[in-house]
């Protein structure tokens, strides 16, 4: 019984081991196809599902076929994945369509590897091209592109290969512009949104072959003017003088819609506080144009401060909604009350008080009138009631807060002698007491408002006042240049007069120009600006001294910095004369106060390392000698020294990458050892005016190919030398290839970050494909004309003197010798050859006189320059060259592709052998258990062999022409399996009779 069921496994095993390798082998069609969907465009996922035999792989392709359908042999594979046939005999994948051009002859293919010609299967697919969007709302421009307009990138794709497309909006016919696509079908064109009213539009892109759509929502949309920036934004805060002149009617707010209904009259504008439950409706007199777009000029007034949505109402009665977009901040101006009553005859504000300097000069003890925008209302109604928001006037952050007391309120509501409330717009007008004990100078007076409930809000605003003779500076910190010198002398005593310098390159950046040599190509067509330079202009003023009197400003180190020995020759030089000023000063700028005893000067901070600097004024006096101030910043008169700030520069600042720049640096930290930490990176992008929104931080990612920064040294004046050499100057190796702005900063000894500085790299690299399918169109443009030229068979028939008589298939030409361009290219012997543009002759050397060869042609005699052999030859020279590099490319690629087809070969050979070693072990395997069952069973199947033998002649003849490549492992299989079935059918025969007996 044992022997029984070892048969009979035996025979089922070696069954099972058959029967799928002769599915595969000998049935087309096991193979079922199916695509979901069968139709699309590049980009597009397809999912691919289907039947196949148990335990095999599937290839699934993305294929161009020729013929009539895919087939083994005729097909070009795209896109291909592997899917396991599972459970079932299912199996699934999923593939990316390609980005492949317009065709009829795409299909999904599949078949399993290694027995294709039987089991494959297809299912077509139809390409369709479309268009890609990066927004689908967009805001119309107008103004003739003064109002931006959104930044559309239209791709196509799927298009027909090199062809023209045709971009336009469906509704109106307009066209948007013409682009051509590139070799894959794909093409993009950038489209600023100009003159479009509401609605929703249609784009649609052609190539005359293939078309696609895609729809576009335009909605209306605000702009405002802004003159800090000069450009209508649709995001508006307006803060300083701007809330000011707005407030008081003395300037007007811009306003222009786009995007809104056509043809329809604009009849007010509302600005809508939800916080303050505060609304101020404007009527305005405006109309739209064809085009939905309206302009007009709105006057403010009063209005309180904070975020407000603006509602603007057509005439239909139709609104549209802007929510937080325009924000007043608070602002306030402080002037003497007596001076200012003086000078305009009442309280009322008058912008005229902005440009007297004399009015912001007080007295200790004396009254201040205070002027306030933008504030909040004083009594403000919310959901829990009516809530009073008192307002408060301080001077100095550092003095105590209840330091000024109100003398009178004459807009608003007094609350006591410290706060008030100002009036339902956010406006006020306060009259305070200067304290009695007040230190001469320049102070602060601000003013602050807190809402803590329903949400915490506050106003706050500064401004300046002086208390006596008052000087002032501005900026309050600043780089400097790598130079400075003496630039004349102070004629009253004799003092040198010290400059800095600016350094480092200005640069305007705009699409489509050049700019240092280098082609500037960006997305759009915005302007960017930016600036690299060193060196900072201070500008330097007073109020309160005597009038027409002498000015001198002088700048001096805070200990421990000691100008003395940073420029010992100018000390050298003037130290007697400074003497009676400021024996360790530098001059660094003179003027003379005016009739009202104000001054204004300005002067190039002077090259010093980074660290604080005092600025002193002398100014006469009618009664003899000086009033000494020490100047402070204008916008904080706390701050009482100009910081010198470290920087650098690159130059050049504008390449192609990767490159390699100098390196100028100045304000380095004073009396630092040793050099710099290092140079920080990252990328920008610049917006519309100057700015950037970061993408990343900066990092030291260019340390690791800059590691000689070691090398720099800090010199006592801030500047950057190098250690090697006094001729080698610092530098740095950009190793950047990607076009965009990058900021630098350098990392001080501390850990303190340099202002930035701005490089530019600016590659082409995107339009490499392109340039590479423009040139194969030349070519092709080239060889048309070629073909047009022979078409019309011109040739030379006789030359007379100096007239060449041509004749073609459209008639006879007659021209000039010099026109047909006689080219003599050999002469061998006597015999020369000339090449002319209508074809080439031969003709026997008549006489060589100099450069010049008379030749006697059938034709006539022709006289031909020799040296123009020399440019032919150089021609050929080139042609060569050319040729040669082509070669040595395909070379190039041959060697690679010969390397790739080794490592598979050895690769296919190494997995041959395993499958070959595999299969002789089991082959050996089943030889011994066969000679072992041959043995038992051989008298018992002697009578049966005949007819076996026939079956197995049959088998053979029919696996003959199905497994060629395995025929020899199958048959013998096939052989052990029948013979095993015999012997088992043998085995049960006995045993029947046994139990019979």
């Known amino acids: 019984m044992s022997r029984v069921t070892y048969t009979l496994v035996l025979a089922l095993i070696i069954a099972s081991i058959v029967t799928p390798i002769v599915a595969v082998a000998g049935v087309t069609g096991n193979l079922q196809l199916q695509v979901t969907p069968s139709k699309g465009s590049p980009g597009d996922v397809i999912v691919i599902t289907g039947v196949a035999p148990l335990g095999y792989t599937v290839n699934v392709s993305f294929v161009n076929y020729t013929g009539t359908a895919p087939a083994p042999g005729n097909y070009q594979v795209l896109a291909s994945t592997l899917a396991l046939v599972g459970q079932g005999g299912k199996f699934q994948a999923v593939l990316?369509?390609?980005?492949?051009p317009y065709a009829t002859n795409y299909a999904v293919y599949a078949f399993v590897p290694g027995f294709e010609a039987n089991t494959y299967d297809y299912v077509p697919f139809t390409l369709v091209p479309k268009l890609i969007l990066n927004v689908t709302t967009v805001k119309s421009g107008g103004m003739g592109g003064l109002i931006p307009g959104s930044i559309v990138n239209i791709t196509g794709v799927g298009f027909t290969a090199g062809a023209g497309v045709t971009i336009y909006i469906n509704e109106t016919n307009v066209q948007i512009g013409s682009v051509q696509t590139n070799a894959r079908g794909v093409f993009t064109y950038i489209w600023s949104v100009q003159n479009m009213p509401k609605g929703t539009y249609t784009i649609v892109a052609t190539d005359g072959v293939v078309t696609a759509s895609t729809t576009i929502n335009v909605v209306p949309a605000l702009w405002f003017y802004d003159p800090n920036t000069g450009v209508y934004v649709d995001l508006l805060t307006i803060s300083g003088t701007f809330v000011r002149d707005l407030e008081e009617n003395i300037t007007q707010l811009l306003v222009v819609g786009t995007g809104f209904d056509p043809n329809v009259g604009v009849i007010d504008i509302t600005f809508r506080n939800s916080?303050?439950?505060?609304?101020?409706?404007?009527?305005?007199i405006a109309a739209t144009d064809a085009y939905g777009v309206f302009s007009t000029a709105l006057y403010i007034g009063h209005i309180p401060g904070g975020t407000y949505t603006v509602i603007v109402t057509e005439s239909t009665n139709a609104s549209y909604t802007f929510k937080d977009v325009i924000t007043f901040n608070a602002y306030i101006e402080a002037y003497d009350y007596n001076a200012y009553v003086g000078a305009f005859g009442s309280t009322a504000y008058n912008v005229v008080?902005?440009?007297?300097?004399?009015?912001?000069?007080?007295?200790?003890?004396?009254?201040?009138?205070?002027?306030?925008?933008?504030?909040?209302?004083?009594?403000?109604?919310?959901?829990?009631?009516?809530?009073?928001?008192?307002?408060?006037?301080?001077?100095?952050?550092?003095?105590?807060?209840?330091?000024?007391?109100?003398?009178?309120?004459?807009?608003?509501?007094?609350?006591?002698?410290?706060?008030?409330?100002?009036?339902?717009?956010?406006?006020?007008?306060?009259?305070?007491?200067?304290?009695?004990?007040?230190?001469?100078?320049?102070?602060?007076?601000?003013?602050?408002?807190?809402?803590?409930?329903?949400?915490?809000?506050?106003?706050?605003?500064?401004?300046?006042i002086a208390v006596g003779p008052t000087a002032y500076f501005t900026p309050p910190a600043g780089t400097v240049g790598p130079y400075t010198s003496i630039v004349g002398v102070e004629p009253n005593t004799g003092i040198g007069v010290v400059s800095g310098s600016f350094a480092g390159p200005y640069y305007c950046l705009v699409s489509g120009?050049?700019?240092?040599?280098?082609?500037?190509?960006?997305?759009?067509?915005?302007?960017?600006?930016?600036?690299?330079?060193?060196?900072?202009?201070?500008?330097?003023?007073?109020?309160?001294?005597?009038?027409?009197?002498?000015?001198?400003?002088?700048?001096?180190?805070?200990?421990?910095?000691?100008?003395?020995?940073?420029?010992?020759?100018?000390?050298?030089?003037?130290?007697?004369?400074?003497?009676?000023?400021?024996?360790?000063?530098?001059?660094?700028?003179?003027?003379?106060?005016?009739?009202?005893?104000?001054?204004?000067?300005?002067?190039?901070?002077?090259?010093?390392?980074?660290?604080?600097?005092?600025i002193w004024v002398f100014v006469g006096r009618i009664s003899g000698g000086y009033d000494q101030v020490q100047a402070v910043y204008i916008a904080n008169p706390s701050i009482t020294s100009f910081q010198v700030l470290p920087g650098f520069y690159l130059n050049?600042?504008?390449?192609?990458?990767?490159?390699?720049?100098?390196?100028?640096?100045?304000?380095?930290?004073?009396?630092?050892?040793?050099?710099?930490?290092?140079?920080?990176?990252?990328?920008?992008?610049?917006?519309?005016?100057?700015?950037?929104?970061?993408?990343?931080?900066?990092?030291?990612?260019?340390?690791?190919?800059?590691?000689?920064v070691t090398n720099w040294r800090i010199t006592p004046n801030g500047t950057l030398t190098d250690v090697l050499s006094p001729s080698v100057f610092p530098g740095l190796y950009i190793p950047v290839l990607e076009p965009g702005i990058y900021e630098l900063r350098?990392?001080?000894?501390?850990?303190?970050?340099?202002?930035?500085?701005?490089?530019?790299?600016?590659?082409?690299?995107?339009?490499?494909?392109?340039?590479?399918?423009?040139?194969?169109?030349?070519?092709?443009?080239?060889?048309?004309?070629?073909?047009?030229?022979?078409?019309?068979?011109?040739?030379?028939?006789?030359?007379?003197?100096?007239?060449a008589t041509i004749k073609t298939d459209v008639g006879t030409i007659k021209t000039t010798v010099q026109a047909i361009q006689p080219v003599v290219v050999s002469i061998n012997g006597t015999v020369a050859e000339i090449k002319t543009a209508v074809g080439t002759i031969q003709g026997v050397v008549l006489s060589l006189n100099g450069t010049v060869a008379t030749i006697s042609t059938t034709v006539g005699v022709i006289r031909a320059t020799v040296d123009s052999l020399s440019s032919v030859v150089s021609g050929l020279q080139s042609t060569v060259n050319a040729l040669s590099s082509s070669v040595n490319t395909l070379s190039s690629s041959l060697s690679t592709l010969s390397d790739k087809v080794d490592k598979g070969f050895a690769n296919m050979s190494s997995a041959i052998s395993a499958v070959s070693d595999k299969i002789d072990s089991s082959t050996s395997s089943l030889s011994n258990a066969i000679s072992s069952a041959q043995s038992a069973i051989t008298n018992a199947v002697s009578s049966a062999q005949s007819s076996l033998s026939s079956k197995i002649d049959s088998a053979q003849s029919a696996l003959s022409s199905q497994v060629s490549t395995v025929s020899n492992y199958v048959l013998v299989t096939l052989i052990l399996a029948l013979i095993a079935a015999a012997a088992a059918i043998y085995e049960v025969i006995v045993l029947h009779r046994k139990l019979a007996g």
């Open 746 to 803: 350098m990392i001080m000894p501390d850990g303190s970050l340099s202002a930035p500085t701005y490089i530019g790299i600016f590659n082409d690299i995107a339009d490499i494909q392109l340039i590479r399918d423009n040139v194969i169109a030349i070519k092709a443009g080239v060889s048309q004309i070629l073909v047009n030229l022979q078409q019309i068979n011109a040739t030379l028939v006789s030359v007379q003197g100096d007239i």
């Open 353 to 464: 008080a902005a440009s007297m300097p004399a009015l912001k000069v007080t007295s200790p003890g004396a009254k201040v009138i205070v002027f306030g925008w933008a504030f909040a209302p004083g009594n403000i109604t919310t959901a829990a009631g009516t809530v009073s928001v008192p307002a408060h006037i301080f001077i100095d952050v550092d003095i105590p807060d209840n330091t000024l007391t109100i003398s009178s309120v004459v807009v608003g509501t007094q609350i006591d002698s410290y706060n008030f409330l100002p009036d339902a717009d956010g406006f006020n007008i306060v009259v305070v007491l200067m304290p009695s004990a007040i230190v001469r100078g320049g102070h602060e007076i601000g003013e602050t408002q807190n809402i803590t409930a329903p949400v915490q809000l506050r106003f706050s605003a500064r401004t300046n």
């Open 513 to 614: 120009m050049t700019v240092c040599g280098i082609n500037v190509t960006a997305p759009t067509n915005v302007v960017q600006l930016w600036k690299t330079a060193l060196g900072t202009n201070v500008t330097v003023s007073g109020v309160g001294f005597d009038p027409n009197q002498p000015v001198l400003v002088f700048i001096e180190g805070v200990p421990p910095v000691d100008l003395r020995l940073l420029y010992p020759s100018y000390f050298a030089a003037y130290g007697q004369n400074l003497s009676s000023f400021l024996p360790d000063g530098i001059l660094v700028a003179y003027t003379t106060t005016d009739s009202k005893g104000s001054f204004s000067t300005w002067f190039i901070f002077p090259t010093l390392p980074g660290a604080k600097y005092k």
């Open 96 to 100: 990316v369509v390609p980005y492949v």
């Open 652 to 708: 050049p600042a504008v390449a192609v990458g990767p490159y390699v720049a100098e390196v100028v640096a100045t304000g380095l930290p004073y009396g630092a050892t040793g050099g710099v930490a290092g140079v920080a990176i990252r990328t920008t992008v610049l917006d519309t005016i100057a700015g950037g929104a970061y993408k990343q931080n900066l990092n030291d990612g260019i340390m690791g190919v800059n590691m000689h």
């Open 275 to 284: 916080f303050y439950n505060y609304i101020k409706t404007i009527p305005v």
